[in-house]
C-alpha cells in the first residue's frame, strides 16, 4: 500500500496599514476631551496644516468632531535674531572687538567682517 503526502506551502503576507491621519485624531481625541492643532502636529510629527485638512474633513463627515478656531498669536526668532540672543546685538559684538587703543575703521571691518559695518 502505498501512499504519498503533498506540502503546501502558505504563506501569510500581512500588511500594517498605517492609519490616516483622521483616524489618528479621531483615536487621540478618544482619551482626550480637547486638543489643539498644534498638540496635534507635535504629536504625530507632521505640520500644523495637514491636521487643519484632516479636521476639516472629519468637521464634513458631520457629527464626528465639534471644533471652535481660537487665535493664537506665536512669535518665533528670525535666523538673525537667533544670532543675536547667541552673540548679543551686532554693535555689542563690534565694541567687544574695539582693543582698548583703539582700532581703524577698516581693520575693524576686517576683524568683524559684515557686523562692522554698525554706526558707520
Keep these: 500500500m502505498g501512499y504519498s ?13 498605517k492609519m490616516d491621519l483622521p483616524e489618528q485624531i ?4 478618544a482619551s482626550a476631551d ?3 492643532s498644534s498638540e496635534l ?3 504625530f510629527g507632521c505640520d500644523s496644516q495637514k ?25 518665533v526668532l ?7 540672543k547667541e552673540s548679543g546685538s551686532h554693535e555689542s559684538v563690534v565694541f567687544g572687538k ?15 567682517g559684515s557686523l562692522g559695518k554698525v554706526g558707520f
Design 98 to 112: 574695539v582693543p582698548k587703543e583703539g582700532i581703524n575703521q577698516k581693520d575693524l571691518m576686517v576683524k568683524c
Design 5 to 17: 503526502v503533498q506540502v503546501q506551502r502558505i504563506t501569510v503576507v500581512v500588511f500594517l496599514q
Design 41 to 43: 502636529a507635535q504629536k
Design 51 to 75: 491636521i487643519v485638512g484632516a479636521v476639516k474633513s472629519l468637521e464634513a463627515l458631520g457629527g464626528y468632531i465639534e471644533t471652535e478656531v481660537v487665535a493664537v498669536k506665536k512669535w
Design 26 to 29: 479621531l483615536g487621540h481625541l
Design 78 to 84: 528670525t535666523k538673525e535674531g537667533g544670532e543675536v
Design 34 to 36: 480637547v486638543v489643539t
